[in-house]
């Protein structure tokens, strides 16, 4: 995954999924939005759980709205 697709489908990422408690009925999130959940709730995922298609997401999101940076 080059570039973090437009719409971001929450069901689709299950370390996502559990980081939008705080957003009940949410189910597409914009890059920014992803990317601002992973790093605000970093403290409470276990980076070995990330499934191939989570970390290419993450990756993705890292290279495009986060410039090169997870700020964790």
Same mark, same amino acid.
């Given at each position: 995954? %080059?570039? @973090? @697709?437009?719409?971001?489908? $929450?069901?689709? /990422?299950p370390i #996502?999924? %559990?980081?939008? *408690?705080?957003? @009940?009925?949410?189910? %597409?999130l914009t890059?920014?939005?992803? &990317?601002? &959940? /992973? %790093?605000?709730? *970093?403290?409470? $995922? =276990? ?9 290419? #997401? &993450? =990756?993705? &999101?890292?290279? !495009?709205? !986060?410039?090169?940076? #997870? #700020?964790?």
């Amino acid at each position: 995954m %080059e570039r @973090p @697709p437009a719409h971001i489908r $929450v069901q689709d /990422y299950p370390i #996502l999924r %559990e980081l939008c *408690w705080s957003l @009940p009925g949410a189910t %597409e999130l914009t890059p920014d939005e992803a &990317l601002a &959940l /992973y %790093e605000g709730g *970093w403290r409470h $995922v =276990d980076p070995s759980r990330l499934q191939a298609q989570e970390r290419e #997401l &993450l =990756d993705a &999101l890292v290279a !495009g709205p !986060g410039r090169g940076v #997870l #700020l964790v």
